[in-house]
T-cell receptor, first 113, second 114 residues
Framework: KAGVTQTPRYLIKTRGQQVTLSCSPISGHRSVSWYQQTPGQGLQFLFE???????NKGNFPGRFSGRQFSNSRSEMNVSTLELGDSALYLC????????????FGPGTRLTVT | GESVGLHLPTLSVQEGDNSIINCAYS??????FIWYKQESGKGPQFIIDIRSNMDKRQGQRVTVLLNKTVKHLSLQIAATQPGDSAVYFCAENGGRGSNYKLTFGKGTLLTVNP
């Protein structure tokens, strides 16, 4: 069974631009969660989607948004990029809502210059 | 505030020894705890989880212990191998009051010496 895939793997953007990251969950998984990982803050929860609806949200500004499609694939968007948005963005999927036994993708490394 | 912390940022062990990675949590409402392993350049890998109605759970070469009295979680790895070298994170779900938001610890770097 294929694991969680994320595209692109690496991305370089300029301050003020926007970016869209994509995540394809494990087949059959309906929950997709997004996380930001930085050396200073560690792993931080962004939001969770289940059945195309955002079910949970972390403490991030409104510049961070996401959506989930009917096939459970998810996208995350960050608008008006700031230098501090440079991070590894991880997506994780699970069968059910609530982070239970979730599996992570390899992440997208975003660098904002 | 709510936090999940690790007692030791680094742990070095000899191959074949048992490893114990500790984690303190502060949200007594958390009812689900998870351990992840993250190797360099990869996403976190699910190792084992435990619900708050249990105090011990065993997997393959790993055991998680939960002590709710002192809000402490530990991961024991038996017969540690070089392939176990990685950063290990504990996480808690915060319980219903936080709408089950997952909070991660900062991580412990485990180094296994051959």
């Amino acid at each position: 069974k294929a694991g969680v895939t994320q595209t692109p793997r690496y991305l370089i953007k300029t301050r003020g631009q926007q970016v869209t990251l994509s995540c394809s969950p494990i087949s059959g998984h309906r929950s997709v969660s997004w996380y930001q990982q930085t050396p200073g803050q560690g792993l931080q929860f962004l939001f969770e989607y289940f059945s195309e609806t955002q079910r949970n949200k972390g403490n991030f500004p409104g510049r961070f948004s996401g959506r989930q499609f009917s096939n459970s694939r998810s996208e995350m968007n960050v608008s008006t990029l700031e230098l501090g948005d440079s991070a590894l963005y991880l997506c994780a999927s699970s069968l059910v809502q609530g982070h239970y036994e979730q599996y992570f993708g390899p992440g997208t490394r975003l660098t904002v210059t | 505030g709510e936090s999940v912390g690790l007692h030791l940022p680094t742990l070095s062990v000899q191959e074949g020894d048992n490893s114990i990675i500790n984690c303190a949590y502060s949200n007594s409402a958390s009812d689900y705890f998870i351990w992840y392993k993250q190797e360099s350049g990869k996403g976190p890998q699910f190792i084992i989880d435990i619900r708050s109605n249990m105090d011990k759970r065993q997997g393959q070469r790993v055991t998680v212990l939960l002590n709710k009295t002192v809000k402490h979680l530990s991961l024991q790895i038996a017969a540690t191998q070089p392939g176990d070298s990685a950063v290990y994170f504990c996480a808690e779900n915060g319980g219903r009051g936080s709408n089950y938001k997952l909070t991660f610890g900062k991580g412990t770097l485990l180094t296994v010496n051959p």
